[in-house]
């Protein structure tokens, strides 16, 4: 394979994981959102930021239901930019392109950064 149909293949992955990192995304929001506007009266969520264990625990009621299908439709597309940088850095591997390689590394690593203080 040429370097351009490298690039070209490469540039068709992380359109891919961007379309569907936020075609996901939407569906989880979109599911949790309904899931809300049906219910009895209680459309709001019990907390404005639940821990995991807190979803996971009220995830069999209706509103955890929703409320936890939001918050993985949220995740996922705060992930979405962490799966194209982890896409372009191999992608440069492979092309061999070192310099691009470690700055991607970079971004990758600042990522993970805001993730951990995030989720902290």
């Given at each position: 394979m040429t370097s351009s149909s490298n690039t070209f293949l490469a540039e068709r992955w992380i359109a891919r994981i961007l379309r569907g990192g936020i075609v996901l995304s939407v569906m989880f929001i979109v599911a949790g959102l309904f899931l809300m506007t049906i219910q009895d009266g209680s459309n709001i969520p019990p907390t404005v930021h639940p821990s995991l264990s807190d979803l996971l625990l009220t995830a069999s009621t209706p509103s955890g239901?929703?409320?936890?299908?939001?918050?993985?439709?949220?995740v996922?597309?705060?992930?979405?930019?962490?799966?194209?940088?982890?896409?372009?850095?191999?992608?440069?591997?492979?092309e061999r392109e070192w310099k691009y390689v470690v700055a991607a590394l970079l971004v990758l690593l600042m990522?993970?950064?805001?993730?951990?203080?995030?989720f902290r």
């Open positions: 239901l929703a409320s936890a299908l939001m918050v993985i439709g949220l996922l597309l705060m992930f979405t930019p962490f799966l194209r940088v982890l896409a372009a850095v191999l992608a440069f591997s492979v990522l993970i950064g805001e993730m951990v203080f995030a």
